[in-house]
């Protein structure tokens, strides 16, 4: 299995609500990533996670709230998000964060903060 | 077909003919690199990368080379066909730590 999956697909929320992206990925990866990408740019990293601990947080705002649960699952826990932040938010994960290791991505959630 | 760097994010090739993109990296630290292709609604999908201590690497159909000198990478892809169509980043890493940093992508679009 070479697949990373990730629920919703789709997600509208308004500004005041809660909501979580989640992610999954069974090839005993043991580092994985969150990525948001605006449409036609390139996606960036927002936190990095090895072995379960949160190793890189890209200066991300508290609004956004990763949780690894896991080596198999990757959370994000969404509140009080601003329209900007409407993007496609991608997972990926990789055998382990060092160099040489490609890593492999998820379709992507699609945000629409209303 | 050819884009250089970042001024042509647009490329566009007749199908059968021969793509070149190509991407200008900012790291000299920089000693893996990889290009991913991504279709619209899709992720990233990985095509071929390379290691700092080699100047070409081919797959099937795609070429990577490498010109550290110049710190530029271009992917070449052979016979490209209406599938080839897709938005293709260039990404460098450090060797230390998990940073994976993207260039601005090109567009490719084929024409049948």
């Known amino acids: 299995d070479t697949e990373v999956t990730q629920t919703p697909k789709h997600l509208v929320m308004g500004m005041t609500n809660k909501k979580s992206l989640k992610c999954e990925q069974h090839m005993g990866h043991r580092a994985m990533y969150w990525y948001k990408q605006k449409a036609k740019k390139p996606p960036e990293l927002m936190f990095v996670?090895?072995?379960?601990?949160?190793?890189i947080n890209e200066s991300v705002p508290s609004r956004f709230s990763p949780e690894c649960p896991n080596s198999s699952l990757l959370n994000l826990h969404l509140h009080a998000l601003q329209p900007e932040d409407s993007a496609l938010y991608l997972c990926a994960s990789s055998p382990q964060t060092g160099a040489s290791y490609e890593q492999y991505f998820g379709p992507g959630t699609r945000l629409t903060v209303t | 077909g050819e884009n250089v760097g970042l001024h042509l994010p647009t490329l566009s090739v007749q199908e059968g003919d021969n793509s070149i993109i190509n991407c200008a990296y900012s790291?000299?630290?920089?000693?893996?690199f990889i290009w991913y292709k991504q279709e619209s609604g899709k992720g990233p999908q990985f095509i071929i990368d390379?290691?700092?201590?080699?100047d070409k690497r081919q797959g099937q159909r795609v070429t990577v080379l490498l010109n550290k000198t110049v710190k530029h990478l271009s992917l070449q892809i052979a016979a490209t066909q209406p599938g080839d169509s897709a938005v293709y980043f260039c990404?460098?890493?450090?060797?230390?730590?998990?940073?994976?940093?993207f260039g601005q992508g090109t567009e490719l679009s084929v024409k049948p």
């Open positions: 790291n000299s630290a920089s000693d893996y």
């Open positions: 996670y090895s072995y379960e601990k949160l190793s």
């Open positions: 990404a460098e890493k450090e060797n230390q730590g998990g940073k994976l940093i």
């Open positions: 390379i290691r700092s201590n080699m």
